[in-house]
């Protein structure tokens, strides 16, 4: 009589030894780790804009825009190059200390424009009271609403009251944060017949296409747009027959104007008032009876002119501030580029020493 014999199944014996080795290894390994520090990236700033870390640990930018940003460190030492919205940079700080940094696209070195700070503390175990972030995923902010002109709303102005910080004006759409897109208008000459005032801060007016995306004052509007909210962003679009400005931002803190043509307006064309820490880039301005670009009244401005045409006349500002207008710039045929102004009746010496660029001034 045949003995019993115990079969084994050498399939199962595989599927056993696949199944043991991954609890094995577990036993000796370390719980996973933090995903660090976050820092919201959307368009015009950092959230938030001074982040607090200890040395070794890592922070995350998140593009949570609707446009690309960089994160370039102000002394070059680290830089993410342009990354589009939902993609992320992450850097590792491993030495205590301050590392400024900005976007190329929206901002500069300096803290201008779309900037932000990474303050690198002492050694573990040091109280960290000003700590300005938490590694939460829950403080980035989920991507603006857009809102279309005219498929959502008939006229830009509509549009913008209903944004809210955050959104996309998609001339199309505004809430704070949002972003309007426009469209070309319905209308005959295909044209928008209307003065937009922007009162709700951090959204985005977008044109769909420079060329086609018009706003016409027919000789009897004032402005183009007037921004009297902080951090507004217009881009790509025309504004050209107004009794004023084409653009016009006043009383602000935070703005910029991108791949913007004003022609043919009252005063000027692309226009900022008491405002600091902004940018004009890409955009053309011509045949205004004064300046084509025009930033004033403001001590220290803050701001940055780059890559921006202006054939006949000059860009001026009232107050002695920090121009930067980098080799990109054309100033085509100008009578001149940057001239700071100056009532004629102050003969002051301390004022008259105000009438050219001082020696700090950048242009």
Wanted: contains cysteine.
């Amino acid at each position: 009589m045949d003995k019993w014999r115990p079969r084994f199944s050498w399939f199962g014996i595989i599927t056993l030894i696949f199944l043991l080795v991954p609890l094995l290894a577990a036993c000796g390994s370390s719980p996973p780790t933090s995903v660090g520090h976050l820092v919201s990236t959307t368009d015009n700033e950092f959230t938030p804009g001074e982040l607090h870390i200890q040395p070794g640990q890592t922070v995350t930018w998140v593009n949570n825009g609707q446009t690309g940003h960089t994160v370039t460190a102000d002394d070059g030492s680290f830089d993410s190059h342009t990354f589009q919205p939902g993609a992320q940079y992450t850097h590792t700080f491993t030495t205590p200390g301050r590392y400024p940094y900005y976007c190329v696209l929206h901002g500069a070195a300096g803290g201008y424009g779309m900037a932000g700070v990474i303050i690198v503390d002492g050694p573990p175990g040091i109280s960290n009271s000003t700590t300005s972030s938490t590694s939460s995923k829950s403080q980035l902010r989920a991507p603006a609403a857009t809102l279309r002109v005219p498929e959502d709303y008939p006229t830009i102005q509509a549009a913008v009251n209903a944004a809210k910080a955050g959104d996309l004006v998609a001339v199309n759409a505004a809430r704070a944060g949002d972003l309007v897109s426009i469209g070309p208008s319905p209308g005959a000459d295909g044209a928008y017949h209307e003065s937009v005032i922007v009162k709700t801060p951090d959204i985005t007016i977008r044109g769909r296409d420079r060329n086609t995306v018009i706003l016409d004052g027919q000789y009897k509007l004032d402005d183009g747009f007037e921004v009297l909210a902080n951090n507004v962003v217009i881009e790509n679009m025309t504004a050209r027959h107004y009794t004023g400005n084409g653009f016009y931002w006043t009383d602000v803190t935070g703005y910029r104007g991108s791949y913007l043509t004003a022609y043919s307006n009252g005063d000027y064309g692309i226009y900022a008032y008491q405002s600091v820490n902004g940018q004009f880039d890409h955009s053309f301005a011509a045949g205004q009876p004064d300046s084509g670009f025009y930033i004033g009244a403001c001590h220290p401005c803050h701001a940055l002119i780059t890559k921006a045409s202006y054939p006949t006349r000059s860009t001026r500002n009232r107050a002695r501030h920090r121009i930067v207008s980098p080799s990109s710039t054309t100033w085509l045929k100008t009578i001149t580029t940057i001239m700071p102004r100056l009532k004629r009746s102050n003969t002051h010496p301390s004022a008259m020493a105000s009438c050219w660029p001082a020696a700090s001034t950048t242009l």
